[in-house]
């Protein structure tokens, strides 16, 4: 066990934005848009909402009780409430982290590289090709461990001077960045259709376990949960934050920022008429068509895409520091190591296990069925039933720094019977999904 005393956020506003950071990233700007186009559109958008609302907002607020109210990282905060017949739940987040973070960094690795060579050279040539390019081989490699040393430096440095000042200094800027391209994108002609495309609802094509697999996967992705990473944020918090406040903040935050993603990506994909790429691959949206348009916007294209890569850096990066922190912290605590030193093997260990995804796309893919699909899904399910049946103390911690919230109870409830439900079912389909992946790449 560490002796030291544990660190703590140094404002209220430094804990917001590291968690708004966490939850926006590559699955704001570029997955959520592809979904909501491939699934009815605005009628998408609505069953997300309701996913946010009735799973997301409970869990996360769940996540946050725990992790203040122990001040431990996942393992033994699990431990404090529920005995040690939790810890293995602990051990799954832990595992969640490695492997998301692992192929994340190789994802990041390639917006990274996009971001420089664009700046440096353009969007010109082909772009199936350039893709092709930065996607595989030792290039990718070298751009995931690029990657991967600039989150170990942020966390290394700690809570308060690593992770904290990265959020206020990026955060606010990646806002500017994805509201400035949205407006950009409107000014463009044509745009219009991407609009229509965008909004196009069909309520029909939500009705389907599919699109509501999609949609809870989606959120729970987007928001952070089911692998202690708010819970391990809210472990640095004082006993004087509104968590219900905070929740819903850091929820609406992360849906406005994958909304407008949406504003910049559709109307610029249609302006120049690349829309019938999008539908063709999930990849294929930001890593061939953009740039396709990129080069097609003349002068203009070589900073509005520098511009646009660069937010998915940022974005990125903020989401892996917190992947890092809930691996770091567990070592901290559970192993008593110094943090420079859990950062770094932490990180190597990851930055190894990413380099077969970043050899090859299959088993990128691959790994974010099995982790960031199946685990988060199924850690968020353990820990609904942890705090809605388990947790004696759940509703009593909420309240701290949160007088007056009369809705604690429905909250419980909603972890207790609708979190639950809808969660086995989102699961049974994931595990399904996941089966056939690992049969498929065996095959
Ligand atoms: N929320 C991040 C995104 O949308 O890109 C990804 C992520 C970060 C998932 C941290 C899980 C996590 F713990």
Request: with cysteine; charged share 10%.
């Amino acid at each position: 066990m560490s002796e030291l005393p544990r660190e703590q956020w140094g404002s209220r506003l430094g804990f917001i934005l590291a968690a708004v950071g966490s939850a926006v990233g590559l699955g704001n700007m570029w997955r959520f848009s592809y979904l909501a186009a491939e699934n009815g559109g605005a009628a998408f958008l609505v069953l997300y909402i309701a996913m946010v609302a009735l799973v997301g907002l409970p869990v996360m607020l769940a996540e946050f009780v725990i992790g203040r109210g122990s001040g431990r990282s996942p393992m033994q905060a699990l431990a404090h409430f529920g005995g040690n017949g939790w810890r293995p739940l602990g051990g799954l987040f832990i595992a969640s982290g490695f492997v998301i973070l692992a192929y994340y960094s190789v994802i990041a690795g390639w917006t990274l590289r996009y971001a420089i060579e664009g700046a440096v050279a353009g969007f010109g040539g082909d772009a199936e090709a350039t893709f092709g390019a930065v996607a595989s081989g030792t290039p990718a490699i070298l751009w995931h461990l690029v990657f991967m040393a600039i989150t170990v430096f942020v966390v290394a440095g700690g809570v308060k001077k690593g992770i904290e000042r990265t959020a206020l200094i990026l955060m606010p800027l990646l806002f500017a960045i994805v509201i400035g391209l949205a407006i950009y994108a409107s000014t463009l002609d044509g745009a219009g259709a991407g609009y229509t495309y965008y909004f196009d609802t069909s309520f029909a094509e939500i009705l389907s376990a599919d699109v509501l697999k999609d949609a809870a996967g989606q959120a729970f992705f987007s928001l952070s949960l089911g692998m202690g990473a708010m819970l391990t944020f809210a472990s640095y918090l004082s006993r004087e934050n509104h968590l219900p406040n905070e929740s819903v903040f850091i929820a609406g935050s992360d849906f406005a920022v994958a909304f407008i993603a949406g504003l910049v990506v559709f109307p610029m994909v249609f302006a120049f008429g690349l829309g019938d790429a999008v539908s063709g691959s999930t990849v294929g949206a930001l890593f061939i068509t953009l740039p396709t348009a990129f080069s097609e916007m003349g002068g203009a294209g070589r900073v509005v895409g520098f511009m646009f890569f660069a937010s998915l850096v940022v974005g990125a990066l903020t989401s892996a520091i917190s992947l890092l922190e809930v691996v770091v912290s567990s070592a901290v605590d559970g192993l008593g190591w110094g943090r420079r030193s859990a950062a770094i093997v932490a990180g190597c260990a990851i930055a190894a296990l990413g380099i077969p995804a970043a050899w090859n796309t299959d088993i990128l893919g691959l790994m974010d069925q099995i982790a960031g699909n199946f685990f988060l899904v199924a850690g968020g399910l353990a820990l609904s039933v942890f705090t809605g049946w388990i947790m004696t103390e759940a509703m009593e911690e909420a309240g701290v720094g949160a007088p007056g919230v009369r809705w604690f109870g429905l909250w419980r409830g909603l972890l207790r019977f609708v979190v639950p439900v809808i969660l086995s079912f989102v699961l049974y389909h994931t595990a399904v999904d996941t089966w056939k992946a690992i049969a498929g790449f065996i095959r």
